[in-house]
């Protein structure tokens, strides 16, 4: 099957090819659509030179002015939402229902969301009688951010990056996944009919350890926001601490969901459900570990597992689909490795993989697909309760008391987030205290406030992201002091 596109880099506002490419798969297929461009240094040097002469005017332009311009980026993407829509889908596996009612329109908003924030900030200020001086703090941005995105989340979070590095002033170099790549450089042909100046935003495809360490080590580049696993986030520590870089790091998680014998079980699990499993479960946040009180564990498990099984897998494109493709074949290897690792251990399997058949028509065959799995009878100790799987299987086991399972919930190396699922607000005021997490959802989950704080504990990450947390980072707060 011939390729359909071939992607290059957007440096300095203009499209610049590669001599080498990656190939990209559609996932829903498993064949080669695409071709990505293999970049290294000296793109990367290209587009940090491009973005650091364009530093001192975008920084001086008028905060009114920037938030106009992405204004209009935002309103170019969601005139193009549905194109936008198809090759989010396309390119990760995901339904284009999820890409169309959520990706595209939270891209959208991110650039207006920040395009708003940039228009409201306030300093502080301070008066000194007795020394009649006064001090007040500025906040200005620190010049070329190397941005980092994921293959889950593709626009949607590497707009969550830009838009607030852009309206703080900045310049900035991306590097999406080289595995979802589409959607960023769609986003690229845009920018100069938004009237963005050359080299805001620049945009190199490639592998992470070649145009990613290129970024993160380069010292025109003095802060990195990343998205990703917490293996390259500690790599990317490390690489960039000799040069004592602004880092802001969102990792991984093995979420916990704990549903007490008070919860709104109609409300609960169809939630539930959607939690453990929405995008493929490849979403950092998703409920990988289920703990139920006992008194109602087994008719949560009954109604759960007969829900899990109305999930309708196949085709992207269909509108009844509600789960689609994983987002490569070594991916949904090693995510199925650890249903026969929950095997081996002697887990029981009450649905999905091993239990039931996947059909598939045959254009999908070699897609890459699997049915969402539900693993019980599983120990704290086990990888499948230890590690992040990030796909579509979770664990649900009974506890009996609130002290246990605080312990037993906090009891892995990562921090993310967690669920309550009781109408007792004195229990969620008291755990909240306790849960080692960054977020945590009470009788709901993914509501998502963006003047919040966002952002996990342990080897969840490193800082936060939100109104106030992201215009924080993309800027460098001084104190002015006058005397007088």
């Known amino acids: ?68 311009i992405m204004n209009r980026i935002a309103d170019l993407i969601e005139s193009h939402l549905e194109e936008f829509a198809q090759a989010e889908s396309r390119d990760q596996g995901k339904p284009v229902s999820l890409a169309r009612t959520v990706d595209i329109p939270r891209a959208v908003y991110n650039f207006r969301f920040f395009a708003t924030t940039i228009l409201h900030t306030t300093d502080s200020s301070t008066y000194l009688d007795n020394m009649q001086a006064t001090n007040y703090t500025i906040r200005t941005p620190l010049g070329v951010a190397g941005l980092i995105s994921p293959w889950n989340l593709p626009l949607y979070l590497l707009t969550w990056k830009i838009a607030p590095a852009i309206a703080c002033g900045n310049t900035v170099v991306c590097k999406p996944s080289e595995m979802t790549s589409v959607t960023a450089w769609m986003m690229c042909r845009l920018l100069n009919d938004a009237g963005l100046p050359q080299g805001v935003v620049n945009v190199v495809f490639g592998y992470g350890p070649k145009a990613g360490e290129a970024i993160v080590k380069h010292p025109d580049v003095p802060l990195v926001s990343f998205t990703g696993s917490t293996l390259v986030g500690q790599r990317i520590t490390e690489q960039s601490a000799p040069q004592c870089k602004k880092l802001s790091l969102e990792l991984g998680g093995k979420n916990p969901c704990i549903i007490f014998a008070d919860a709104d079980m109609e409300k609960c699990i169809p939630t539930v459900v959607r939690s453990s499993f929405a995008n493929q479960g490849e979403v950092c946040l998703c409920s990988s570990r289920i703990f139920v009180q006992r008194s109602v564990y087994e008719q949560f498990l009954q109604k759960f597992v007969d829900a899990t099984r109305k999930i309708q897998v196949g085709n992207p494109g269909d509108p009844m689909t509600t789960m689609g493709a994983l987002i490569s074949k070594e991916h949904l290897n090693k995510v199925k490795g650890y249903v026969n690792l929950a095997y081996e251990e002697g887990a029981t399997i009450l649905c999905g993989e091993g239990k039931e058949d996947l059909k598939l028509s045959d254009d999908l065959k070699n897609g890459y697909y699997m049915l969402p799995t539900v693993i019980t009878d599983v120990k704290d100790s086990s990888r499948c309760m230890q590690e992040e799987i990030f796909g579509p299987v979770t664990c649900v086991v009974p506890f009996d008391t609130e002290d246990e399972v605080i ?65 924080d980072f993309f800027t460098e707060e001084k104190t002015v002091c006058i005397k007088h």
């Not at 300095?12 to 498993?30: L, M």
């Open 1 to 68: 099957m011939p390729v359909e596109l071939v992607l290059q880099n957007f440096i300095d506002g203009q499209f610049v090819g590669t001599e080498n490419h990656i190939d990209s798969y559609n996932p829903s297929t498993g064949e080669v659509y695409a071709k990505v461009p293999d970049s290294g240094e000296a793109e990367v040097n290209a587009a940090v030179h491009a973005a650091k002469e364009a530093f001192p005017g975008w920084s001086e332009t008028p905060a009114a002015e920037r938030s106009r």
């Open 407 to 471: 312990i037993r919930a906090n009891n892995v190396k990562y921090g993310l987030s967690a669920s309550l699922w009781t109408q007792d607000v004195s229990r969620t005021m008291r755990m909240s205290r306790k849960l080692e997490a960054g977020t945590i959802w009470t009788n709901c989950w993914m509501v998502r406030d963006l003047n919040m704080p966002f952002g996990g504990m342990k080897s969840s990450g490193v800082g936060r992201e939100g109104l106030k947390d992201s215009v």
